[in-house]
């Protein structure tokens, strides 16, 4: 079994910064891509950013600049600077996890936190 825990997540007025974490425990093998999603009420979920297992990152255009994902061994962060009412949301952490060798990948994702920015 594998587990994804997220943490970090608060209230910030517009301007400011938060670092999101993201812990995968459980069976591991090996980790793959790793990501943040966010889902804002009423919309749908959607990409932030992503990194890949060397390190190769992948951001959504309304992040870039301001957000940085990056990762350590089972744990992936996200530094998020000049946050903006527009980026309150529940960002949930994703991850393609592989429990054995023998065994294909498989996705997970996190219970969410919360993100609120004020103006």
């Known amino acids: 079994q594998v587990q994804l825990v997220e943490s970090g997540g608060g209230l910030v007025q517009a301007g400011g910064s938060l670092r999101l974490s993201c812990a995968v425990s459980?069976?591991?093998?090996?980790?793959?891509?790793m990501g943040w999603y966010r889902q804002a009420p009423g919309k749908q979920r959607e990409l932030v950013a992503t990194?890949?297992?060397?390190?190769s990152t992948n951001y959504a255009d309304f992040v870039k600049g301001r957000f940085t994902i990056s990762r350590d061994k089972n744990t992936v962060y996200l530094q998020m600077n000049t946050l903006k009412p527009e980026d309150t949301a529940v960002y949930y952490c994703?991850?393609?996890?592989?429990?054995?060798?023998?065994?294909?990948?498989?996705?997970?994702w996190g219970q969410g936190t919360q993100v609120t920015v004020s103006s």
């Open positions: 990194i890949t297992s060397i390190d």
């Open positions: 994703n991850a393609d996890v592989r429990s054995r060798s023998y065994l294909s990948t498989k996705n997970y």
């Open positions: 459980g069976t591991i093998f090996s980790i793959n891509v």
